[in-house]
């Protein structure tokens, strides 16, 4: 069994900053690429930033300049800096993981978001 459990969100002034964690446990074998998405209220869920293996990056335009997404291989943790925070960025973030079990199967894991918002 593979687990993404993310921390971090809360209620933040435009302009204030967070930091949000994703920790994964389990059978991993490997953590091919990680992810961060988020879901606005009566929105669908849209990719925020990703990093790879290797810690390439790539973000939302969105978002770019403001959030920072990295990695702990050490700690199997995601994370993701958030800051300069607008009101628009209000919503549920959700981790993602692209990985291989201990057993050699390729599967994508997510967690169970954590709330993030924004007041004016």
């Known amino acids: 069994q593979v687990q993404l459990v993310e921390s971090g969100g809360g209620l933040v002034q435009a302009g204030g900053s967070l930091r949000l964690s994703c920790a994964a446990s389990?059978?991993?074998?490997?953590?091919?690429?990680m992810s961060w998405h988020r879901q606005p209220p009566g929105k669908q869920r849209e990719l925020v930033a990703i990093?790879?293996?290797?810690?390439?990056?790539n973000y939302a335009g969105s978002v770019k300049d403001r959030f920072t997404i990295s990695r702990d291989n050490t700690k199997n943790t995601l994370y993701l800096q958030m800051n300069s925070l607008k009101p628009e960025d209000t919503a549920v973030y959700y981790c993602?993981?692209?990985?291989?079990?201990?057993?050699?199967?390729?599967?994508?894991?997510w967690g169970q978001g954590t709330q993030v918002t924004v007041s004016s």
């Open positions: 389990g059978s991993i074998g490997s953590i091919n690429a």
């Open positions: 993602f993981g692209a990985l291989a079990t201990m057993g050699g199967s390729l599967r994508g894991a």
């Open positions: 990093i790879t293996s290797d810690n390439n990056t």
